[in-house]
């Protein structure tokens, strides 16, 4: 069973890797209906990610709160230079400050403070998918993932 769900990601991958060819040929080929086709990027990544939605506990009868971050389940859809898209179980309400930790197959961990900045319900799924944009990246990090993503771009995750 896992081998056919590898082996049908790869033929989704390539038949995405060949028509991002297509339109970048006919993005530099002068020719502008693929142009803005070329802004979203739909290949995979393989990345691993926790994550962490921050909160404040409160100890006994005190008047004083802890921050703390509680981990939730999830996954990484998609990932690029800004940020990147989460599918959860249960639902992100949007400005909700998040840390993320995701591993980048090859590369290493990155940790990431993030906002969540849309969300999206997919009833088939039984969760939602919400887009965050990275903030307060070290710049170490933000090299890691733009090295990965070039690599990504390169190889068309395969």
């Known amino acids: 069973m896992e081998e056919r769900r590898r082996m049908l990601r790869r033929t989704a991958d390539r038949q995405l890797w060949e028509a991002y060819?297509?339109?970048?040929?006919?993005?530099?080929?002068?020719?502008?209906?693929?142009?803005?086709?070329?802004v979203r990027r739909a290949i995979r990544h393989h990345c691993k990610v926790h994550i962490a939605v921050q909160g404040s506990i409160q100890s006994g009868r005190s008047d004083t709160w802890t921050p703390v971050d509680f981990g939730i389940k999830g996954r990484i859809l998609d990932l690029s230079h800004e940020g990147c898209s989460l599918f959860t179980r249960d639902a992100l309400a949007i400005g909700t400050q998040l840390g993320l930790r995701i591993e980048?197959?090859?590369?290493?961990?990155?940790?990431?403070?993030?906002?969540?900045?849309?969300?999206?319900?997919?009833?088939?799924?039984?969760?939602?998918?919400?887009g965050v944009q990275f903030h307060g990246l070290v710049p170490d990090h933000q090299r890691l993932v733009d090295a990965f993503l070039r690599h990504m771009d390169q190889t068309a995750g395969l």
């Open 21 to 38: 060819n297509r339109l970048k040929h006919e993005a530099e080929s002068g020719d502008g209906s693929g142009a803005r086709k070329l």
């Open 104 to 130: 980048l197959e090859g590369y290493g961990k990155i940790e990431a403070r993030a906002t969540v900045r849309w969300s999206k319900g997919i009833p088939a799924k039984g969760g939602v998918a919400s």
